[in-house]
């Protein structure tokens, strides 16, 4: 589109019609992948009905499982095809309020008025101002779709209310290496969406849930048009539902829905599970811990519920909830001093416990700084539930560089500097392994999944 130019030019390359051309491309791409996801599924239902035996179930197995991933890329595809048209309509929008501009601008010389010359002036920069963003929010929303479906092509899914227990996926971690390696994994997009959480079913019938923290805390994540409009994606992992749950023990709606995905994951009644939680995630599973209707380990309980064993927390003041949480459910809750959102959430709970000084064992993988031994805390007045604060700082890793106190690597790195008392309660996940990894999504606002009947 050729536009009159003013003052404060336009750019030639922003063109809406080129964002609303690649949209409708998506479109047909979204048509393409419905197609081969019901390709897929008459393949596993032909199957079902001519095949038997444990290797027919395998197989319908990942056939299901990879049809379930064509249904999330063509959802995915969907979603940015919407943003797109809305990023077209707002480049359309600052090209008539450029125009507009233009010709005030061109009306103010004509009469010699500066202050209106001036206005119009400004008003061309608002105009190019909001197409720049627009346009930034077109590479970031592709770019991030590029990762999304990157991911999907290679990443395991469960569909929501299938569950087959002869399938095994064994990734050779056990304990507290597969500990580590949940935490490691709500750091990473490509294996933990931004609208998901993550169950791990182990080889003695138990589940590990891995619960990472906000989504809108960096841009990693989330598109500069988001931050623009003000509408954040659809998960329930937010950094404006995490606030009343940090801030004074109100309401957690990531906690609620935590429940309804391990319903929908077919985590049965009264199984044992372990909740492994960075930053709002720690607050989530602390919340889930000590909800006395949902955790059954102390024998009290009402609807859908679980025997919560244990609780591995890391980057979130959570010592003020452990009051609530039974006795008989461990918790180490693990804390860098280096961590900003950290120490700011402690300036709303200042400790008041005793601190109980261990000493450090010597982590050559920290980034010098001042030493300090770590402080370990039973703020409950329970040797099976404690906090540990230690010296964490930016640290350096060969691959991915310098990385900050509040991220999860920095925890990961950090597990073996905690003490004896904690490395005790990490042992204790002894050395089961992983049967089977799925997904499970956690949307913002109503589940429009029934979840299955317990029993």
């Known amino acids: 589109m050729n536009l009159p130019q003013g003052a404060f030019a336009y750019p ?37 009905q001519t095949w038997q035996g444990t290797a027919a179930e395998t197989f319908s197995y990942h056939m299901n499982d990879r049809g379930h991933a064509f249904e999330l890329a063509s959802e995915r595809v969907r979603e940015a095809t919407r943003t797109l048209d809305d990023l077209a309509d707002a480049i359309d929008r600052s090209q008539r309020a450029y125009v507009s501009a233009v010709e005030a601008e061109r009306r103010a010389v004509d009469r010699g008025s500066v202050q209106e010359r001036d206005e119009a002036v400004w008003a061309e920069t608002e105009a190019v101002g909001i197409a720049v963003a627009a346009s ?108 009343p749950s940090v801030i004074n023990g109100g309401p957690n709606p990531y906690a609620e829905a935590v429940k309804m995905a391990m319903q929908r994951a ?18 989530t599973a602390v919340d889930l811990a000590g909800d006395d209707a949902f955790n059954s380990i102390d024998g009290t309980s009402s609807g859908y519920n679980v025997r919560v064993r244990n609780v591995m927390g890391f980057g979130a ?52 700084s001042p030493w ?38 920095n925890y990961a790195r950090s597990v073996p500097n905690v003490g004896d008392q904690a490395t005790a309660l990490y042992d204790a996940l002894g050395s089961h392994r992983v049967v089977e990894t799925y997904n499970v999504r956690v949307p913002d606002g109503p589940r429009d999944t029934v979840p299955p009947t317990q029993p």
């Not at 922003?14 to 048509?31: K, P, Q, W």
């Not at 087959?164 to 994994?185: H, S, T």
């Not at 985590?267 to 960075?278: E, L, M, N, R």
Request: proline share 6%; charged share 25%; hydrophobic share 35%.
């Open 372 to 409: 300090y031994s770590p402080a370990t805390r039973t703020p409950s007045g329970r040797p099976n539930q404690v906090e540990v604060e230690i010296n964490g700082g930016r640290q350096w890793d060969k691959g991915d560089g310098y990385y900050s106190g509040h991220d999860p690597r």
């Open 317 to 368: 003041d959570v010592d003020w909830k452990l009051k609530d949480v039974p006795a008989q459910t461990n918790v180490v809750a693990l804390n860098s001093r280096d961590d900003v959102v950290y120490r700011a959430e402690t300036s709303l709970h200042p400790e008041t416990r005793e601190v109980l000084r261990q000493a450090l064992r010597p982590g050559a993988d920290f980034i010098p």
């Open 136 to 243: 930034f929010g077109c590479d970031q929303t592709l770019t991030a779709l590029a990762e999304l479906l990157a991911a999907y092509a290679t990443r395991s899914f469960l569909p929501v209310g299938e569950h087959l227990d002869d399938v095994l996926v064994d990734n050779g971690l056990a304990g507290r290496d597969l500990m580590v390696d949940a935490l490691r994994a709500t750091n990473e997009m490509e294996r933990i969406a931004p609208d998901e959480i993550q169950v791990r079913r182990l080889d003695d019938g138990s589940y590990m849930v891995v619960l990472p923290g906000v989504t809108d805390l960096t841009d990693n994540v989330t598109t500069p048009w988001n931050w623009l409009t003000g509408g954040p994606q659809d998960t329930v992992r937010k950094v404006a539902n995490a606030q």
């Open 12 to 48: 030639a390359s922003i063109d809406a019609a080129a964002v609303r051309a690649f949209a409708t491309s998506l479109r047909t791409t979204a048509e393409r992948l419905d197609s081969v996801d019901d390709t897929v599924d008459r393949a596993a239902a032909s199957a079902r």
């Open 266 to 283: 077919g985590i049965p009644a009264g199984s044992d599970v372990t909740f492994v939680g960075h930053s709002y995630g720690s607050y």
